[in-house]
Each structure stands twice: as structure tokens, then as C-alpha cells.
């Protein structure tokens, strides 16, 4: 089983960037997969981006491509969305994910944080 903490959540102008930190503890090894969704009130989850843990697969939403990269650090078992040129309609609570199966369906993931608010004025 995996446990997910995630940080990085926050405020800031169109335009900006912001990086949110998935850290992941328990049993992580590279047959996981990993997601990144996000949720605003009154819409549905969606994706947002995904990678295998040994990174052999990424897939991104065509909304969010060329802007956003999911990325992990080996030694600290830690999964990054780095997000850049952000838009108004980025806001939403984003939620890391992990699961045995990549893709883009919500799911297929079975362990999940708790989410961040990310904010995106302007």
C-alpha cells in the first residue's frame, strides 16, 4: 500500500508557476503508476497529467500540455507537478494519485491524497 502527502498548493497571478510535491511512503516500486487530477466545485474530476514511477510512460492532458511536467525524485520517493504559465481556469483542488495501472481514468488509481488548492487569479 502507498501513502500520499501533498504540498505546494497555493495563490498566484496568471502566468506564474507553482510546483506541488506528492510524497509518496509505503510500498512504491516502478510497476506503480502515478497521476495527477485536479477538481474544482461543480466539475467533474479530470486528469491532469500521469507517469509510470521508473518514468518509461508519461501522458499529459491536452489541456495542460506544454505547460505542466510530473517528474519524481528517486532518492526521496517524491512526485512533482511542475506547473508554469498557469490560467485561470487551472484553479481547482489537485489530488496525487497512485495506483497499478496507468492512465487517465481516476479509477484506475486506488491511493490518493488529500489535495491542494491551487489558485489562479487574474
Known amino acids: 500500500q502507498v501513502q500520499l502527502v501533498e504540498s505546494g498548493g497555493g495563490l498566484v497571478q496568471a502566468g506564474g508557476s507553482l510546483r506541488l510535491s506528492c510524497a509518496a511512503s509505503g510500498r512504491t516500486f516502478s510497476s506503480y503508476a502515478m497521476g495527477w487530477f485536479r477538481q474544482a466545485p461543480g466539475k467533474e474530476r479530470e486528469f491532469v497529467a500521469g507517469?509510470?514511477?521508473?518514468?518509461?510512460?508519461?501522458d499529459y492532458s491536452d489541456s495542460v500540455k506544454g505547460r505542466f511536467t510530473i517528474s519524481r525524485d528517486n532518492t526521496k520517493n517524491t512526485v512533482y507537478l511542475q506547473m508554469n504559465s498557469l490560467k485561470p481556469e487551472d484553479t481547482a483542488v489537485y489530488y496525487c494519485?497512485?495506483?497499478?495501472?496507468?492512465?487517465?481514468?481516476?479509477?484506475?488509481?486506488?491511493?490518493w491524497g488529500q489535495g491542494t488548492q491551487v489558485t489562479v487569479s487574474s
Open positions: 494519485a497512485a495506483g497499478w495501472i496507468f492512465g487517465a481514468t481516476s479509477h484506475q488509481y486506488i491511493y
Open positions: 507517469r509510470t514511477w521508473n518514468g518509461g510512460r508519461t
